[in-house]
């Protein structure tokens, strides 16, 4: 049941900072699952317990259950993005239609973007046939205009968005009344809506899929390092698995993998929730639905209301640490969180009195290219996905489904989708790819504040900033 905000000052850091996640704050962190205690042999070995790697053994095992399937995971499974993002079940294409259309045409690109469409509906089929209660809702998503440089910008895209498939019933146009009715945000000029995306509660759907696939035989090992990855084993600390098949499926933290500092940068996004709000402050907001919203801010933000009448806001704090280093413990800077704070004051007024009872940060995996990828070498067995560049929740899924067609050998339409085989080259060497990232933020940021100082156009920061990161 809802409460009414308190009166503690909203600069006040988090009342948790952390602990892997808000998400697990409900239900507590997972009990450990055994680790991995010698020498083992399977027939297809999963690195990382989380979307992915879970995922991927699902279908697998569902389309042959004699199949011997390992699940590797050095801390529990969920503890990285699965854990910790936004519970944007969303359409959005892990990279850009343009790219994939280059690369293989316009109808290969349009292909990939209904196979996202698709795969929305398929987490929501899943998870209601396995039991899963992860608080899904799918009332879609609303990419918000604040101002009149954002509203420009939302329909000057608009047309390459058609292109790649989005029709009249994918994407509909709201003005600001229209958008008023759904929810009030200050200074919004409008919207696009799709119905193509759910909100979900993230760490709900990952540990309920972990149980579905031990349920189905799968072998999930937790507080098992992998040190190595080679043709026909998964090298681990307390151990060797060896199996045909070897997949790698550790987004943000391939990076801690040798020979893989360079091949995904590990982003680092960042996350606060409030306090539950009380019934006069969403009757202010008129946030009646369970919508997504986001913005067409170049460094955008993603919000979700949640189930239990929070807020939930994230964004990119600390994007990049040198040398592709990875924080695994969540911990949020307080600069960051007053950050995403004052971005929540200024969007919904309503909730400035709030306060914030969690912040956390988690990285996801980002290519060169901005596209993510799938691939399985027949001849050596490894296969990899991810790169989703932060669409991961719905792409994990249709990551798997086409991992279990590139085992099994099947020829279907999945395995012909343009994402498969990409190839992309590493990023920069340091103190380069540190220098570059970083600049490229700030240069965003500047961009934000240029046009909400009243501009009047999009910023050339962003344009040469686009330009230079391959965006």
């Known amino acids: 049941m809802s409460t009414a905000p308190t009166t503690r000052p909203t600069s006040a850091p988090a009342r948790t900072n952390g602990d892997v996640s808000f998400w697990y704050a409900a239900d507590g962190l997972p009990a450990r699952r055994p680790a991995l205690d010698g020498d083992t042999d399977a027939d297809v070995v999963l690195v990382g317990g989380g979307y992915t790697g879970l995922w991927t053994a699902y279908y697998l095992k569902r389309a042959d259950p004699s199949l011997r399937i390992v699940v590797l995971e050095k801390e ?127 760490a709900r759907l990952v540990r309920g899929l972990a149980e579905v696939v031990e349920r189905m035989g799968v072998r999930v090992l937790e507080g098992t390092e992998v040190t190595a990855i080679r043709p026909g084993a998964a090298v681990c600390r307390q151990g060797t698995v060896r199996a045909p098949y070897v997949i790698r499926a550790m987004e943000g933290f391939t990076a801690t993998l040798p020979g893989h500092r360079r091949t995904w940068v590990p982003m680092n996004s960042s996350m606060i929730v409030t306090e539950p709000l009380g019934p006069g402050v969403w009757d202010e907001i008129g946030w009646r639905g369970a919508e997504l919203i986001g913005d067409e801010a170049h460094a955008y933000c993603y919000i979700q209301r949640t189930a239990d009448d929070r807020i939930a806001i994230g964004g990119r ?91 099994l050998g099947r020829d279907t339409d999945l395995v012909r989708l343009p994402w498969v085989g990409r190839k992309v080259r590493g990023w920069e060497p340091e103190p380069l790819r540190w220098l570059g990232i970083r600049g490229l933020y700030v240069a965003y940021r500047a961009a934000d504040r240029r046009e909400d100082a009243g501009l009047g156009r999009t910023s050339l920061i962003a344009r040469a900033a686009d330009l230079l990161s391959g965006r």
């Open 76 to 202: 529990f499974a969920g503890f990285g993005a699965s854990g910790r993002n936004g519970g944007w079940l969303t359409a959005a294409l892990p990279g850009q239609f343009r790219r994939y259309a280059a690369a293989h045409g316009v109808q290969a690109a349009t292909a990939m973007q209904q196979a996202m469409f698709d795969t929305v509906d398929e987490v929501i089929a899943v998870a209601a046939a396995e039991g899963i209660d992860a608080d899904i809702r799918k009332d879609g998503e609303l990419t918000v205009a604040v101002g009149e440089v954002q509203h420009r910008r939302m329909l000057a895209h608009l047309p390459e968005q058609r292109a790649a498939g989005w029709g009249e019933d994918d994407l509909v146009t709201l003005g600001a009344a229209e958008l008023g009715d759904r929810v009030r945000v200050s200074g919004a000029r409008g919207a696009l809506w799709t119905p193509h995306c759910a909100r979900i509660q993230p």
């Open 317 to 407: 704090g600390v994007p990049y640490r040198f040398g592709s280093r990875v924080d695994a413990h969540g911990e949020t800077a307080e600069a960051t969180q007053r950050q995403l704070a004052g971005l929540l004051h200024r969007l919904f007024p309503a909730a400035s009195s709030a306060g914030i009872d969690h912040a956390w940060s988690g990285v996801l995996g980002v290519p060169r290219d901005w596209c993510a990828t799938v691939e399985l070498d027949r001849s050596t067995g490894l296969g990899w996905a991810g790169g989703y560049v932060g669409h991961g929740v719905a792409t994990t899924n249709l990551a798997g489904r086409t991992l279990c067609d590139l085992v």
